[in-house]
């Protein structure tokens, strides 16, 4: 079963058709990323396939479950950092972490295991009593992913996760991102090339709301018949643009 | 269940470790209860102006704390509008009921420990200034303080909902204004008379004080205690319905 698929799954605003008719199909403990400029339509993808936007047409399902009719399910399986770092400023790590998972677990005991597995994974430990107001935007992103991460989703979505982030930081967080590969499937966009490239098993370039290639980087090098993910990008970006004027 | 108490007990610890709060909720009311106090001692007694002497005073300014209870309501609810907060949330198992709950009863245990501490202010300064203060009184109205307090925190969560963080404390402050004065906190529009008065029973901030004031003296007659206690709670009713329908109708539109 795939973690994650779509069928003509669209969002339209008014005027602007933000995701256009995409079929995507991910498979279990998969890192796959969607790739693309500002306003390609990522973030309304990861919307609609966690329950935060409906689909004005198409159908998306997570392990099997529809997105429109059992999305209560689905919220029990899946994790999202937004692409803003949403934590409680005044609350320590480990309150946050402690908040968000006593949503989805009653017993103290089970709680505080899960916080200790995640502060170690994540090594929050030398932070875990300051308050996250006082955080770098390294260690705010990745108390953000370990909130997200807390109550052990089949599905993660990362929105954007090193935006903003300087090259220590993301380098660091990308490896806190590779230490999750194969434990659950994970969405991440980004228009980092270099993060796609060196986190993901596959990679789908979208533009103006379409997905133009999906593959692994050596599909789309192939494809473009460029070298680099980067020369690819541009190659099918551009194509991918003049086809829609 | 759970998911409301790690909500509120998120929501109380955001409030609790602001130092606003305190200074708004708890600083500028017993400011405000000593200001009052001390103006009351240089009223000479043939004015026959008893709005500042303590019994009156105490229960007034216990609802005027409660203004600033709704303040921090709605800047809480819109600040977590404005960002990703809420996002996050809305992808959790939470439901409108859990989120309209979670914000609203730790700002219920807020306001009664902030009436409490009023009540324990007012107590002093009645013995200082030799007024007669019922304790029994005072310890039945901070329960009879809650469908008020109710009240203002809905419309707390009522403005954060729809409005955003710079907006809504704007129009918190309207209604703090509104209950100062309309509510006969800080004059008596009962001696006023005419069409201030009738202003005042058009509007729910008199009846909290009313009655309030009514418990503390242990005055339980229809028109001094219940026809205003049954107006506060069924203004308290009707806010918390709206507010609660009002912030699952901006949920469902923010998921749609």
Known sequence: MNAIETKNLTKKYKNKTAVDSINLTVGEGELFSLLGVN?????????????????????????????????????????ISPQDTAVADNLTVRENLDFMASIYYADKETINEKIEKITSIFNLSEVEDQKAKTLSGGWKRKLSIAMALISEPKVLFLDEPTLGLDVLARRELWRA?????GKMTIILTTHYMEEAEHLSDRIAIMISGKIKACGTVADLEELSGKKGLEEAFVAIAERGMSENE | MNKIKAFSTRNRKEILRDPLSYIFCLAFPLVMLIIMSVLNASIPKQANMTVFRIDNLSSGIA????TFVMLFTSLTVSKDRSGSFLVRMYATPMKSSDFTIGYITPMIIISFFQNVIIY????????????????????????ILMPSAIMFICFGLLFGTLFNEKSAPGLCSIIISLSGFLGCIFFDADSTGGAMLKVCKSLPFYYCTKSARACVKLDFSAGAFIIPIVIVIASAAVLGCLSSFVFKSKMKADLS
Do not use: H, Y
């Open chain 1, 39 to 79: 306003g390609a339509g990522k973030t309304t993808t990861i919307r609609m396939l966690s329950g935060l936007s409906t689909p004005t047409d198409g159908e998306a399902f997570i392990n099997g479950k529809s997105c429109k009719t059992k999305i209560d399910e689905i919220k029990n399986i899946i994790g």
């Open chain 1, 177 to 181: 991102i590779e230490a999750l590969k």
């Open chain 2, 63 to 66: 609802v005027f704390g409660q």
């Open chain 2, 120 to 143: 324990i202010a007012s107590f002093i300064i009645s013995i200082i200034t030799d007024v007669d203060l019922n304790i029994g009184g005072m310890i039945l109205s901070l329960i």
